[in-house]
């Protein structure tokens, strides 16, 4: 999986493990209306905003959100679930299994506010310029950036950096495949030029790249050995960040230090972050193991994505003694599709009629009764959750843009609200059971001795694979409905390497996955969805779509000029996805759980988009911690 600020608020991981990073900016700031300057060269901006105003101006002292006296000290205990092997981000989602703490060192050209939708302060950078038309992008570094051991960050380091991601990483590779020539433009400048203007999201994007220092990953390490960037490493490697490596377990822990000398600590996007001298991260096979562990105060908060668990689990006496805080924080930063994932390089797949049966064949609604204690609702768009998610028919701007790719797309588009089958009880679940043999039927299926078969009669057999035994849970639900309309269906539960080995070979039938989405999307649909990178090892293609129709829209959402338009190409890139059924769609809840022993606080009201701001928002309370008493 590859990270970027992005990536990471999209997963859900930005909000529970990374610090919300930032820096303070001299540089005059514009605003869009006034960016060329009399000579006719674009003016250097503080900020860059995909639509709408920028919220803090040039010589802004905080962010709101945050308590600038907050203390600094004390350890913050987190959990990671399933294993590390590599601490090199270069090769994550191609090469090993990456600790969360390694992508957490390094800093990137500009950082984003959590209380506005899609704006970006400096970080590294101190600012940028870039044209009207977004043919490229100029960054200037701040003189005082340093790495780790010292050393400034150059505009060296910046082109190497993304020339060794797009070069290791499938996920870099398609999100900058735009940027097509870097160059140090001064001595504390580098210029992105892009292979065409219209583009407002790439000069944003650019500057959520992380960047790796050059001097380090072309040295050697302490036995002597040249450092190789295209390998798993488990040396701590040199950032610029907050916080280093300070020692580890293999497989099993990591321990971040804070940065005493941190060069950016006094900075405005800084200032009243970062505030725990150490943040540990332990590693367990399960959330059902990881729960015990929090339980027995081992770890100081738990992030919980099962209901069950969070309904029943959660009875024990430091919960009654208010010694252990449950608490729900509000998703308003993204949207996403969890789904089951059927994978069309499978023939069987290919059948657009097949995979709508399979959808009529899940009953959400008794699966949310019998796992769920009814807290979940059906997900009915790959943007759910925001104003992005198409419903109804289509209208306005967005039909324009379906008319362009009629002749490409299901007629349904056009004529029918998308819905999912509704079950619940045994008349719809039959009505649903028909709806679906009448699908394969179509498809050229039978039933023959029990089995579903094909046109070529061979049967229909699908291995649902997970990785854990909360995934594992859902899969055994929906393997008996599969089994009713015929299919042979096997459920398997494999290591969390072979997972990632499997799933980066696209060595499945099915699998349960989900994209989260940003509420400003662009790039990264390509990586989605986009037919260049079905066949690219490790995307995040995991269907493996490859459609005219689908690239088009693409285009249409990453070359939006305004909020409306971009509003509109991403409900009819929504609603072409929904119509072909390359998934089985699940489930979403609207908040963030987390169980938190009762030694933190944090400033109110949290920001709109950072959920639960843990743990760059929080800090140790001391007062807290003497009232419930010592660590276990």
Request: glycine share 6%.
């Amino acid at each position: 999986m590859a990270i970027t600020r992005r990536h990471l608020l999209q997963s859900g991981a930005f909000a529970a493990v990374a610090p919300a990073l930032g820096a303070a900016t001299v540089l005059p700031v514009v605003s869009s209306a006034a960016a060329q300057s009399a000579a006719g060269e674009p003016a250097w901006r503080h900020a860059l905003s995909l639509f709408g105003d920028i919220k803090y101006p040039a010589d802004f002292k905080r962010f709101d959100y945050i308590n600038p006296d907050a203390p600094k000290g004390g350890v913050a205990r987190m959990i990671s679930i399933g294993t590390f092997d590599n601490f090199n981000m270069a090769v994550m989602g191609v090469k090993g299994s990456i600790a969360p703490a390694a992508t957490m060192i390094y800093e990137t050209l500009m950082t984003r506010s959590q209380d506005e939708v899609a704006t970006e302060y400096g970080l590294l950078a101190e600012g940028a310029a870039h044209p009207d038309d977004f043919a490229w992008v100029i960054y200037r570094l701040r003189k005082e950036a340093r790495w780790h051991d010292g050393k400034p960050v150059t505009p060296e380091d910046v082109i190497f950096s993304i020339e060794v991601l797009k070069k290791q990483s499938p996920f870099y590779a398609s999100y900058y495949r735009h940027v097509v020539k870097v160059e140090k433009n001064g001595d504390r400048d580098i210029k992105f030029s892009f292979d065409a203007p219209g583009n407002r999201e790439l000069p944003t994007i650019v500057g959520e790249m992380p960047v790796l220092p050059k001097h380090y990953w072309e040295g050697s390490d302490s036995q002597g050995r040249k450092r190789d960037v295209s390998a798993t490493t488990l040396e701590p490697p040199l950032g610029s960040g907050p916080y280093r490596i300070k020692e580890f377990v293999a497989g099993r822990s990591v321990r971040l230090e804070r940065v005493k000398d941190y060069w950016g600590a006094s900075q405005p996007t800084q200032i009243g972050q970062n505030n725990f001298d150490e943040l540990r991260f332990e590693f367990f096979r399960d959330n059902l193991v990881a729960l015990e562990a929090f339980k027995a105060d081992q770890a100081d908060w738990i992030s919980e994505n099962s209901a069950k668990q969070w309904a029943t689990a959660y009875d024990f006496p430091a919960v009654t003694e208010k010694r252990v805080v449950k608490e729900e924080f509000p998703v308003n930063d993204s949207g996403r599709m969890q789904a089951f994932a059927l994978n069309l390089r499978r023939d069987q797949f290919k059948d657009a009629r097949l995979r709508r049966a399979f959808n009529y064949a899940f009953d959400f609604e008794e699966m949310n009764k019998q796992l769920f204690y009814g807290q979940y609702k059906r997900i009915n768009s790959y943007f759910d959750g925001t104003e992005l998610a198409s419903s109804g028919l289509p209208e306005g701007q967005e039909l324009q843009i379906l008319e362009t790719v009629r002749d490409k797309v299901p007629a349904e588009v056009f004529t029918a609200p998308y819905t999912n089958p509704v079950g619940g009880n045994s008349e719809a679940v039959r009505t649903n059971l028909r709806e679906s043999m009448k699908l394969l039927k179509e498809a050229g299926c039978e039933i023959r001795d029990h089995k579903l078969v094909d046109a070529a009669g061979k049967p229909v057999t699908v291995e649902i694979l997970v990785q854990d035994p909360s995934a594992e849970r859902i899969a055994l639900f929906y393997k008996p409905s599969l089994e009713r309309i015929g299919v042979t269906a096997s459920v398997r539960i494999v290591d969390d390497a072979q997972y990632q080995n499997r799933l980066r070979a696209f060595d499945f039938d099915m699998i349960i996955d989900q994209w989260g989405e940003s509420l400003s999307p662009g790039n990264e649909q390509r990586e989605f969805w986009g037919s260049q990178s079905a066949d690219q090892p490790g995307s995040r293609n995991t269907v493996g779509i490859k459609n005219p129709a689908v690239d088009a829209l693409i285009e249409k959402v990453i070359f939006a000029k305004d909020r409306a338009g971009l509003l509109a190409a991403t409900k009819a890139l929504d609603r072409v996805l929904l119509w072909n059924f390359y998934v089985v769609p699940q489930y979403t809840y609207p908040f963030s759980r987390y169980a938190r022993w009762d030694r933190f606080s944090h400033a109110e009201p949290l920001p709109k988009y950072g959920r639960s701001g843990l743990p760059s928002l929080w800090w140790f309370d001391a007062d807290k911690a003497a009232r419930i008493g010592k660590r276990s």
